[in-house]
């Protein structure tokens, strides 16, 4: 459907969530044929990206230990990249769609990532009321200082 373009040619070192890549800029250039797509999607502050971590490795073990933590967690209680199914989500803010590329900030994937999908941030349907957080409290400072290292390579 069409790649991601960032500034980070490699895992290593890039932020680990879109929070701490506030000021990345990157561009999602879609295949011709879904050009027509992001008709409209210019009205949204965010988009959801979906997509493929092609750059992680082939190992998907089911406990990990996440960037935020020093214990072993269940893979699907974190947001690691090294996944059964290799699919990343971020939330990015929308900056411009022009023709059948999107300029988005907020973006912490690898240049070169596949697409899978875009989708409108609506926060009535995708910020629940309540919640909480598991085991993790990490805090905001925490999360944007972050960068990833060679655990998931």
């Known amino acids: 459907m069409g790649v991601i373009r960032t500034p980070f040619e490699s895992p290593e070192g890039m932020p ?15 295949d011709p044929p879904f050009a027509d797509g992001l008709a409209d999607l210019d009205g949204f502050s965010h988009c959801i990206l979906l997509y493929h ?29 090294q996944r059964p199914n290799p699919i990343g989500l971020s939330v990015v803010s929308v900056e411009s769609v022009e023709g059948r590329e999107l300029t988005v ?6 240049d070169g990532t596949p697409l899978l999908d875009v989708k409108p ?3 009535e349907f995708d910020v629940p009321s ?17 960068q990833a290292d060679e655990r998931f390579l």
């Open 16 to 30: 680990i969530q879109p929070v701490g890549a506030d000021s990345v800029t990157g561009t999602v250039e879609l």
């Open 53 to 81: 971590f092609h750059a992680s490795g082939d190992d998907a073990p089911l406990s990990v230990e996440p960037f935020l933590d020093d214990e072993q967690r269940g893979v699907f209680s974190t947001r690691a990249p």
């Open 105 to 110: 900030g907020g973006i912490d994937v690898v």
């Open 121 to 123: 941030f609506v926060p």
């Open 130 to 146: 309540e919640t909480e957080t598991g085991w993790m409290d990490a805090s905001a400072s925490a999360i944007r200082s972050k």
